[in-house]
């Protein structure tokens, strides 16, 4: 059964830094783009970084640009968000998110074509 599990949230005051760890039992883990995406109650799912199967392509929002790192470790079957320099809206619970392996395209900003997703985990930036 493929799971993902994102570990590594927390609370953190303004301007500190967190990294979430996503594992992944995913067997074509080396074949999947993986995505970060996050949400808050009442909102809709934000996109947040996107990083190809072979890690040398990635994509982020605007609202992270700079600030936040995606990577993987296709060995370790993991992929990371380092985010620096937090702020308050920064604040969701945030979800790693596996692509389909057979789309021409590695990422989408709208969750389309995401066909694994974790439980999430809270993040808590305080001003």
């Known amino acids: 059964q493929v799971q993902l599990v994102e570990s590594g949230g927390g609370l953190v005051q303004a301007g500190g830094s967190l990294r979430l760890s996503c594992a992944a039992s995913?067997?074509?883990?080396?074949?999947?783009?993986m995505g970060w995406f996050r949400q808050t109650p009442g909102k809709e799912r934000e996109f947040v970084a996107a990083?190809?199967?072979?890690?040398?392509?990635?994509y982020y929002a605007d609202s992270v640009k700079g600030r936040f790192t995606i990577s993987r470790d296709n060995a370790e079957n993991t992929v990371y968000l380092q985010m620096n320099s937090l702020k308050p809206e920064d604040t969701a619970v945030y979800y790693c998110?596996?692509?389909?392996?057979?789309?021409?395209?590695?990422?989408?900003?709208?969750?389309?074509?995401?066909?694994?997703w974790g439980q999430g985990t809270q993040v808590t930036v305080s001003s």
């Open positions: 998110a596996a692509r389909s392996p057979v789309l021409s395209d590695w990422y989408s900003t709208t969750g389309t074509g995401y066909i694994h």
């Open positions: 995913v067997r074509t883990f080396s074949r999947n783009a």
């Open positions: 990083i190809n199967m072979r890690g040398d392509s990635t």
